[in-house]
């Protein structure tokens, strides 16, 4: 007969010989929806997952991509199928308006690198250049950017969108007058191209245009929070880590994009390891705790006037927003 310190004993020794997935089902699930394709955008994720942090906190992390052919990625939390969620500022207030009880944990830029790239045959760079363009747009949401800038500006909602991919050729061809881009990424295609900015091109943020707000927010159900708050507070401790970890050389995150987690898409290592580089000082926050926090005031300002151009609600504050979320992570 085996005695219950000698079974305890051949327990322990038999788990150290089971697979991986075996002892990963004891973490948390957290699964991100991202809001475009897995690109260098998300190099603080890629960083994380494949350096253990998550797993390190006891998470096991896990994404769905997102892009013009994707489900909206509220649509993926709302589901179920994602715990996390990226999304942006007016589809998220959609959301809650249909009685969705989602929360705003933090943001993963502190300025949002959101564009408009315009040619300058016909430059887009003030809210008046806007009326009556042509806007190519890769994700449908891009509409309501439009609708609250010129309703801001006290100017009609008269403009044309046009669905496009993520390159900006078809604004070099004539098919649209701006086109949606990141300040970060589509830019550096037309640098590429040969094209110098200020000259044959012009880019402009889309807070110069009076939207100005955080980017890519970071949005979890309630439910979540309340049920299993020690996991999202693990979850973004290790997400930062890895963006942090990012600053020191964006090669890293750059080449996990294009070698794995994107490598189905035709990704250059070139383009997103400057794409990499010039996004990191938009996303460390210098006011505050650092990543993923930003001012609460905004919310109450510039983000209110924002929904408010488009005759949307804003709830109060409190109901949709938790930055002690980020506080407690980032104490760690």
Known sequence: MISPTRRTALALAAAAFLPGHALAQARTRMTMALNWIPNAQFAGL???MERGHFAAEGVDARFTSGGPNAPDSLVALAAGNAQVSIANWLPFLDAVARGNDFVIIGATYARSPGALCSMARRPVRVPRDLVGARVLAQTPSDRLIIDAILSMANLPREFTMRP???SPEPLVNGDGDAYFCFAINQPITLEQMGLTAGRDFHVTLL?????R???AFIVTRRSIIQQNR???VGYMRALGRGWRENEADPA???RLAV???GVDLGLNLAQQTRQNELQIPLVRNSAGPGFF?????LVTGSMTEIARATDRRVPPAEQILDLSIVEEALRG
């Open 46 to 48: 890629w960083i994380a």
């Open 164 to 166: 496009t991919g993520f």
């Open 207 to 211: 807070d110069e245009f009076g939207f």
């Open 213 to 215: 707000l955080p980017g």
């Open 230 to 232: 020690a996991a999202v």
């Open 252 to 254: 890293v995150g750059a």
């Open 259 to 261: 070698q794995r987690y």
């Open 293 to 297: 926090w930003f001012d609460p005031a």
